[in-house]
């Protein structure tokens, strides 16, 4: 019996030509780390580009920070919204392992998944990058590549393998699961690994 070999059906979900060029060829393996802020002042303290984290706020920062280095995560680059909660948390994070951030008025509100791609887009092929942000941008960004329904917690993480145009969830971690792997890095002879 002859079985011919078929090829998988095009499902129109992927861009191609130089869209699918924009972003990445599927097999590459791109990720976006996406970090809320920590918990910040209340509405209405001051204005809201002004808000400044709070002690809970600095500590979920710092141990997303050290969790980050724990599991020995390298970044092309580490963006962060201008508002001031948001660049204190990838201030403090990045300077867990001595990285630089660059601020990105498009992380300040409306980032789209589109402009988070875009911003891959702009790294090797193989790049991880950090983007420190705020709600419902975040969620809806990983959503919109996924099809994956979240709500990211303050200080909390999502991981996100980048396929074309679309994406894979990978991770989603609570500010209380990033804190247990910075705790259990100092006790841990060996570098923790997240694949």
Request: glycine residues 10%; neutral net charge.
């Amino acid at each position: 019996m002859n079985i011919a070999r078929r090829s998988r059906p095009k499902t129109g979900a992927l861009p191609t030509g130089p869209a699918l060029d924009r972003y990445g060829s599927v097999d590459m393996a791109r990720q976006l780390w996406l970090l809320r802020h920590g918990d910040a002042e209340p509405h209405g303290a001051r204005p809201d580009f002004d808000r400044h984290l709070t002690d809970r706020g600095r500590d979920e920062a710092a141990a997303a920070g050290h969790a980050l280095r724990a599991l020995e995560v390298e970044f092309a680059s580490v963006l962060t919204s201008p508002k001031l909660r948001a660049a204190e948390t990838a201030h403090l994070a990045a300077g867990a392992w001595g990285g630089t951030v660059q601020e990105r008025q498009l992380l300040a509100s409306g980032l789209t998944a589109p402009d988070a791609l875009d911003l891959l887009a702009e790294e090797d092929a193989d790049a991880r990058i950090l983007l420190v942000g705020h709600e419902p941008d975040l969620s809806r960004t990983v959503g919109d590549l996924t099809g994956a329904r979240i709500d990211l917690k303050k200080g909390g993480l999502a991981v996100v393998r980048a396929h074309g145009a679309s994406g894979e969830l990978m991770r989603l971690l609570r500010p209380s699961d990033l804190k247990l792997i910075a705790g259990e890095a100092r006790f841990s002879e060996r570098p923790l690994r997240l694949r």
